[in-house]
């Protein structure tokens, strides 16, 4: 036997040892076993040149979550760094991830750790891996990691991320760019093409923007059981501006049909919400309205009407720019609360004025009322 077919054998043998790794990692016609996936990463680290970035790549990610070994920031960025050496796309993404919570390690530690991980990204992005790009692409999007607002260059990195796989964050992104129309012309049927495409890759964001679509009937028929069934989809997963949508439309149609059963579980909904997304107006407004209109029964699944609750939650709403909450407050304060809020005529004028400019045409009607009666 040539000494080249004892390399085959031996490299043969590495790829068996490799498979092995990725067969327990993942539970691949086998059940997922941490620590022997461990042991063969471990062992292809030691002897083989061939597989080496990967067999750090994943004793990385086994140290960065925990898996089987003590979780070790520290130990994941060594192996990551040395994945990225040898030219590993994906070790640069999760160094980009680390950086992004703030954890930094060796020659980073003294750098701005937003700058250090948008860097990460690129350099991921440069070798050609699709979720960097769509990373980037968010970055821009929404102003992150202390970098401008740019939708087009956005746009351009979720377009780029499609081009090399269906990528679902890309998709979601593209979907959002059609129903902005911020930098091309709005296009709400394409929007929920991309985001159903996003949402059959596991996207949980495009099941709430595609739920907005069918609630609105925007590039669809309007349709409420579907936008429902999206949004509790998305609820499920812990997405918080899914939670509200979800809870607001059920109080709307409640409202709408004088069956209001679901007020204690919408509550409950928008009350988690709250804590996820507590700068979402919408969310203080309804609960405000659950507490306005609530069943003064003694039963478990109704909410006592308490004006003040109400009050207290229209503020917080008025506060982050909702112009229903500051008519409803400058009602509250024309009226006075027995005992708990003193009328105060000239301040109710005010937020009904406010509540104009911000452009709710009901705080015109209950101005005209007020100034027609002093």
Known sequence: MSKNENKKI?????????????????????????????????????????????SQLFLGQMHYKGLYVTQSYKKAIEYFKLSAKNGSKKAYYFLGEI???????????????????????KQSANL??????????VILEQGLLNTEQDLKKAAQNFKRSMEIDENPIGLNGLGNAYYEGKICEK???????????????????????????YEY?????????????????????????AMANYAIL???????????????????????????????????????????????????????????????????????????????????LYNGIENVVPVNQNASEKLLEKAIELGDKEAEKYLKFIKGNK
């Open 217 to 241: 009937g925007l590039g669809t028929e309007k349709n409420k059981e579907k936008a429902l069934e999206l949004y509790k989809k998305a609820m499920e997963k812990y997405h918080g501006e």
């Open 250 to 332: 059920k109080i709307k149609i409640a409202i709408n049909t004088g069956n209001y059963e679901c007020f204690s579980e919408c509550l409950k909904i928008l009350f988690y919400a709250s804590l996820l997304r507590k700068n979402n107006a919408d969310i203080f407004y309804y609960i405000g309205i659950l507490y306005e209109l609530g069943i003064d029964l003694f039963n478990d699944n109704n909410i006592i009407k308490n004006s003040y609750l109400a009050f207290l939650h229209y503020k917080k709403a008025g506060q982050l720019g909702n112009a229903k909450a500051l008519t409803k407050m400058g009602i509250c």
């Open 128 to 137: 050609g891996l699709s979720e960097a790009y769509a990373k980037i692409g």
């Open 99 to 121: 950086a992004e919570n703030k954890i930094l390690e060796g020659e980073d530690r003294d750098k701005p750790y937003d700058e250090v991980a948008f860097n990460y990204y």
């Open 10 to 54: 031996e490299q043969n043998d590495l790829t068996k040892i490799y498979l092995k790794g990725i067969s327990y990692f993942y539970g691949i016609d086998t059940s997922v076993n941490y620590k022997k996936a461990y042991e063969n990463f471990h062992k292809l680290k030691e002897e083989s040149k061939s597989y080496l970035k990967e």
């Open 187 to 213: 296009n709400y049927p394409q929007a929920i093409d991309f985001y159903e495409r996003a949402i059959n890759l596991g996207n949980i964001d495009a099941l709430n923007n595609a739920g907005i679509c």
